[in-house]
Every structure is written in C-alpha cells, then in structure tokens.
T-cell receptor, first 113, second 112 residues
C-alpha cells in the first residue's frame, strides 16, 4: 500500500508570508498531483509533476517533485487570503495503466488578512 | 474541457434504502472512472475503479455487494449504495482520467 504523508495538516499565517507544504512517501510515484478543494466541492487540479527534479510554477505557487519521485513540495510566496483552502497532494502508482490516486491527508491553510 | 458532473449533489435517504449516484464526463470519453469517499475533515479514499464494459475493481475493505458500480457507457458511471446505513453517510466523489484525473463536484449522502 502506498502512503503519502502530508505536512503540516493545519497552517494559519498572515497575509504576505511565505509557506511550504510537504508531501513525502517511501514509494515511487509515476506522477504526483496537487489539488485544491473548497468545502462541499470536488478537488480542482493545480498541477501535475512527472519528472524527478521537476519544478513548475503557477503564479505565486511553486511545485517541486523530488529527484527520486517519492516526495513533493508546494511553496506559496506572499500568501493572500484567497489562497485559503484545503491543499491535497495525490500520487499515481508506478504500475502503469489507469490507477486511482493515493491522497495525502491534506493541509488546511488559512491566510489571515 | 475535462468537465465531470455528478448527480445528485446531495441526497438524504432512510436507513435500509438504496441510493444511486451518477458520474458523467461531459466533454470527453472515459474508459476508466474512479470513485472516492471523503469523511468530514479527512482526505479522499479510493473506493473502486470503474471500467467501461467490464467489472469494477474494488479497494481492500470496500464491499462490492454494497457499493454497486456500473460503467455502461464511455461517459457514465453509476455508484449504487445498497441497504444504506448511517455510517455510509459521506461525501462521494468521482473522477475521470484524461491525462490527469478530473473530479466531479461530489455528492453529499446523508443516511438517517
């Protein structure tokens, strides 16, 4: 069974600060996705990382996939109140074919004005 | 593109009854869809993989006779919760894959 440890589970910071969310596993994933979920809604895809060492940027969000494809991080620069939400990392197995995703427990992020 | 819908968005049913939830891919075809369950304050847990034209594959601990999955077409998968009990109350979310997995808006099931 593949597990994804996501940390921190809760984070409350002031507007303008930077933060990093981590997603770690002992398993190798063929790809890793980051989602954002609002209450009562389905997760919305932010980014997919596929290659070990890959870095992707989405405005103030920077996503990195570890060299060994076992871990990933999400860094937010100058956080805004609109960034508040639940952030989920999810990994796809390396077995090939159509696989369901293994989700981390999520990070509840609150950005205070 | 890559829009997935679910119906209903919420449903309340009595214990012992069955409830059907639909998942549709609106602008693409999906041979594989996935069903997840999310309890309050928790993350998503994969329940089963729905395969068009063949039997679904269930994750360990998920009762296939209780959670019936039918993937009759390339754009529709249904999940039927049979003989529902209060502990089945949860947020059920489907996804369909086209390069990445795109999720539906979820269905809130409350069993009284």
């Amino acid at each position: 069974t593949q597990l994804l440890e996501q940390s921190p589970q809760f984070l409350s910071i002031q507007e303008g600060e930077n933060l990093t969310v981590y997603c770690n596993s002992s398993s190798v994933f063929s790809s890793l996705q980051w989602y954002r979920q609002e209450p009562g809604e389905g997760p919305v895809l932010l980014v997919t990382v596929v290659t070990g060492g890959e870095v992707k940027k989405l405005k103030r969000l920077t996503f990195q996939f570890g060299d060994a494809r076992k871990d990933s991080s999400l860094h937010i620069t100058a956080a805004q109140p609109g960034d508040t939400g639940l952030y989920l990392c999810a990994g796809k197995g390396s077995g090939g074919g159509a696989d369901g995703l293994t989700f981390g427990k999520g990070t509840h992020l609150i950005i205070q004005p | 593109g890559a829009v997935v819908s679910q119906h209903p968005s919420w449903v309340i049913c009595k214990s012992g009854t069955s409830v059907k939830i639909e998942c549709r891919s609106l602008d693409f075809q999906a041979t594989t869809m996935f069903w997840y369950r999310q309890f309050p304050k928790q993350s998503l847990m994969l329940m089963a993989t729905s395969n068009e034209g063949s039997k679904a594959t269930y994750e360990q601990g998920v009762e296939k006779d209780k959670f019936l999955i039918n993937h009759a077409s390339l754009t529709l998968s249904t999940l039927t919760v049979t003989s529902a009990h209060p502990e089945d109350s949860s947020f059920y979310i489907c996804s369909a894959e086209v390069h990445e997995q795109y999720f539906g808006p979820g269905t809130r099931l409350t069993v009284t």
